[in-house]
């Protein structure tokens, strides 16, 4: 079990990095309304830019957390919990906006992936 936790750990912290830091500026058919950049993302979901720059300093520090909590395992909880709230925030708004719900997909995988962690 302590591997597959191991194994969730990366697949989450590893995929929010690389939405956040390398594929930031790229089109995928996982954006929010028909936005090519995060930033156009949060645009179509009706908030500021700013909150934009919020959700994913968080979002990048939690996932480094979940990453250092395989070492030092009283990091797990509040990053798994944390990356958890705001993989939800994430599913809302896409319903928000109507989006088609596999544009949900990912942040309900990595949001059942943290929920996993949390509790085993």
């Not at 509040?78 to 705001?86: E, I, R, S």
């Not at 906006?97 to 997909?105: G, M, N």
Request: positive net charge.
């Amino acid at each position: 079990m302590e591997y597959f936790i191991i194994v969730c750990k990366v697949a989450v912290a590893l995929s929010l990095l690389n939405v956040w830091l390398i594929q930031k500026d790229k089109a995928t058919k996982w954006r929010g309304g028909n936005a090519t950049t995060i930033l156009e993302e949060f645009e179509a979901y009706g908030l500021p830019k700013w909150s934009c720059y919020v959700i994913g300093f968080l979002k990048v520090t939690l996932a480094l957390i979940l990453l250092a909590s395989i070492g030092l395992p009283y990091l797990e909880n509040p990053a798994a919990a944390g990356l958890a709230v705001l993989l939800l925030g994430s599913i809302i708004m896409h319903l928000k906006i109507s989006d088609p719900l596999y544009k949900s997909f990912p942040a309900f995988l990595f949001l059942v992936l943290c929920v996993l962690i949390y509790l085993l």
